[in-house]
């Protein structure tokens, strides 16, 4: 009897450890760290969430600095850690904590003034895309940026194939812009950014078309 009772508790124990150690592999909570970023490639991300105290960083282009080899692919968000910036362009980071977020791609909303940077440290892998009409570019267009009409964003493949690629979104409201990042994610293309409409674009617009 006794040893009956004691492979019944064990078999309690055991059947705990069973629910648990799941949840210990694959935690359901949100990270804890305080920024998540995007991988833009070479160590390169942008912050597109952080904290409320943290939130001036939000967008912020920085070279992650890891204290090992990580395996992380163009398009993954992580969950970081850094105790400081070092002054740079782009600004480095030496990551303290780190965890690989799961999920799938999305788009993130950002500004004019991401754009800008990323077409300054990696203008061989960053397009930004105004995807309103040829006539409506050729009245006045955000500089070094492209016109892809929403309606030939499929064409895409043909000029930028690299789906690993940053790629930038704007039109005059931002309906559009949302309508091709949605068909751009279902292309494969993985960094993908909304910047919404031009109205928001602070600076002078230039007019004509693609030389």
Do not use: W
Request: charged letters at 25%; aromatic letters at 8%.
């Amino acid at each position: 009897m006794k040893k009956v009772k004691v492979f019944g508790f064990l078999l309690i124990i055991a059947m705990v450890l069973g629910l648990a150690l799941p949840g210990c592999r694959k935690p359901l909570s949100p990270s804890t760290l305080p920024f998540e970023a995007i991988h833009l490639g070479n160590d390169l991300f942008v912050i597109v969430k952080t904290t409320e105290e943290t939130k001036e960083n939000l967008h912020l282009p920085l070279v992650a600095r890891f204290d090992s080899p990580q395996d992380i692919q163009v398009g993954d968000v992580m969950a970081l850690a850094f105790d400081q910036l070092m002054e740079s362009f782009p600004p480095q980071a030496v990551i303290v904590a780190s965890e690989k977020l799961s999920g799938e791609s999305k788009t993130y909303l950002a500004g004019f003034g991401l754009a800008h940077q990323l077409l300054q440290i990696r203008p061989e892998k960053t397009y930004l895309i105004d995807v309103r009409t040829v006539e409506e570019f050729e009245a006045g267009h955000v500089p070094e940026s492209i016109n892809i009409p929403v309606d030939q964003i499929n064409d895409i493949v043909d000029s930028i194939p690299d789906q690993d690629s940053t790629l930038l979104l704007y039109c005059r409201s931002g309906r559009r812009s949302a309508t091709a990042a949605k068909v751009l994610q279902d292309l494969g293309y993985r960094v993908i950014f909304d910047l919404g409409g031009i109205s928001d674009y602070k600076g002078d617009l230039e007019k004509g078309g693609a030389e």
